[in-house]
T-cell receptor, first 114, second 113 residues
Framework: DGGITQSPKYLFRKEGQNVTLSCEQN?????MYWYRQDPGQGLRLIYY???????QKGDIAEGYSVSREKKESFPLTVTSAQKNPTAFYLC?????????????FGQGTRLTVV | GESVGLHLPTLSVQEGDNSIINCAYS??????FIWYKQESGKGPQFIID?????DKRQGQRVTVLLNKTVKHLSLQIAATQPGDSAVYFC????????????FGKGTLLTVNP
């Protein structure tokens, strides 16, 4: 089936550790995104990539890093510099073409710092 | 700053009633809008979209209305069902080469049987 796969579904991290969240899509989409969602809040953009080997900071990029070495993959690393990493992380992709572009979301990774 | 917001954080309706969820936006450059539905613990699902050259668009049991004069967006759900219970987000895209979507905080819709 075509879609976006995020893994793992749940992730626990000790303070001071870096962790990497996986996002893979087989929709042949050019653009990929990472959002963070806190309880009762909307989605805030962390990073986005419009094409392979290129990415831009979103609104809350501090403490996060990404790479886009392959079209289908856009992993997010939550570094120890992120002071409040506990949240629900959502990856999305879109064609990124034309006027208006719907984003398709994965099922999310819930990260908890212990 | 410019943002997308919602008038009502929660909405409770009876099964079979029609639901209306509202959204205000402030970015006059936005030309594409999307409504998403998010069930607990899951990623958002696309419901319906509308472009700024339209005032109304209908889907299956859902209608989106866009009033550019007052920068207002609404989602109407006909004959609301228990399965419609979720958080609904509006999102805007300012178009051009900008692929970013800006999301509102969401409205929790609860459907009572």
């Amino acid at each position: 089936d075509g879609g976006i796969t995020q893994s793992p579904k749940y992730l626990f991290r000790k303070e001071g550790q870096n962790v990497t969240l996986s996002c893979e899509q087989n929709l042949n989409h050019d653009a990929m995104y990472w959002y963070r969602q806190d309880p009762g809040q909307g989605l805030r953009l962390i990073y986005y990539s419009q094409i392979v080997n290129d990415f831009q900071k979103g609104d809350i990029a501090e403490g996060y890093s990404v790479s886009r070495e392959k079209k289908e993959s856009f992993p997010l690393t939550v570094t120890s510099a992120q002071k409040n990493p506990t949240a629900f992380y959502l990856c999305a992709s879109s064609t990124g073409q034309g006027w208006g572009t719907e984003a398709f979301f994965g099922q999310g990774t819930r990260l908890t710092v212990v | 700053g410019e943002s997308v917001g919602l008038h009502l954080p929660t909405l409770s309706v009876q099964e079979g009633d029609n639901s209306i969820i509202n959204c205000a936006y402030s970015n006059s450059a936005s030309d594409y809008f999307i409504w998403y539905k998010q069930e607990s613990g899951k990623g958002p699902q696309f419901i319906i979209d509308i472009r700024s050259n339209m005032d109304k668009r209908q889907g299956q049991r859902v209608t989106v209305l866009l009033n550019k004069t007052v920068k207002h967006l609404s989602l109407q759900i006909a004959a609301t069902q228990p399965g419609d219970s979720a958080v609904y987000f509006c999102a805007e895209n300012s178009g051009g080469s900008n692929y970013k979507l800006t999301f509102g905080k969401g409205t929790l819709l609860t459907v009572n049987p």
